[in-house]
């Protein structure tokens, strides 16, 4: 349940308003790290959410990324990553919470895709709307390509469609599955694996990753939304103590938020 709670707000998946009506229900199983979530600082930005879900549900609108899409394509510059960028921050800001990188910790992001190289192959583990496929692909040179999954086919749609309004299409594939059931199929190396998806599979996806040889000595694994709130000790234990990892730890805040957030940057040792 803390899974779906936090991929529900901050990561990606088919959560969404589904998963923040089951917190309020009997089936959920407060624990600390939820109950990080419903204390005073933070319960504006729940209430706002929760009341943003029940609104959609209740008035039987189009998917989160669906939204998203049909705001870019009105209010963006076609071909213009920034200003697609721009209008995701804006739709996140002023009319539904977005679950990406955001434009914080996404100055951190760009800076390891720099340290990867113009050139880089980057894996990302949940694209949703396309924000951090666009933020990376940006950066890079001809030869560099992004492969990212998704496991919603609503998430899917809406991403390619997003990725292609920014005129970035070329650079980024987008695989519809579970991460579980395509990293196996992926081959050669990768320089920058971006996680951001549902918080308990990070820890098995990455192993999934270094038992398919996708990462070499140098690679980079960045990991968003690694904050308390999220109870990472799984990963961060991981990635800190197995010895194959030379990890460090960057504060920041939740996307779009002034609450507290981590990302965790891991470089593979071999
Ligand atoms: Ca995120």
Request: charged share 25%; net charge negative; aromatic share 8%.
């Amino acid at each position: 349940m803390v899974a779906a709670w936090a991929a529900c707000l901050c990561g990606h998946g088919e959560a969404n308003s589904r998963t923040l009506l089951l917190l309020i229900s009997k089936k959920a199983t407060p624990t600390m790290s939820m109950l990080g979530f419903l204390k005073p600082p933070h319960l504006g930005w729940v209430v706002r959410n929760l009341r943003d879900a029940l609104v959609d549900k209740l008035k039987g609108s189009p998917r989160r990324p669906e939204q998203a899409r049909a705001y870019v394509e009105a209010n963006a510059t076609r071909g213009d990553p920034a200003s697609v960028l721009a209008t995701l921050d804006d739709f996140a800001r002023h009319q539904r919470f977005l679950m990406n990188v955001g434009p914080e910790k996404g100055q951190l992001l760009e800076a390891e895709v720099d340290r990867a190289g113009k050139n880089a192959r980057i894996l990302e583990v949940g694209c949703y709307c396309g924000y951090s496929a666009i933020l990376m692909a940006r950066r890079l040179g001809e030869q560099g390509r992004i492969t990212s999954l998704e496991k919603s086919g609503t998430s899917v749609a809406a991403a390619r469609a997003i990725v292609d309004f920014a005129g970035l299409s070329g650079a980024v594939e987008i695989r519809h599955g579970a991460s579980s059931e395509l990293i196996p199929t992926l081959e050669g190396n990768f320089d920058l694996v971006f996680l951001d998806h549902w918080k308990d599979l990070y820890e098995p996806d990455l192993r999934a990753i270094e038992a398919a040889h996708l990462l070499r000595p140098g690679s980079i694994v960045f990991a968003d939304n690694v904050g308390s709130l999220f109870d990472p000790k799984q990963y961060l234990a991981y990635v800190r103590e197995c010895g194959h990892y030379e990890s460090r730890s960057e504060e920041s805040h939740i996307e779009y938020t002034k609450l507290p957030d981590c990302a965790e940057i891991s470089v593979f040792l071999g």
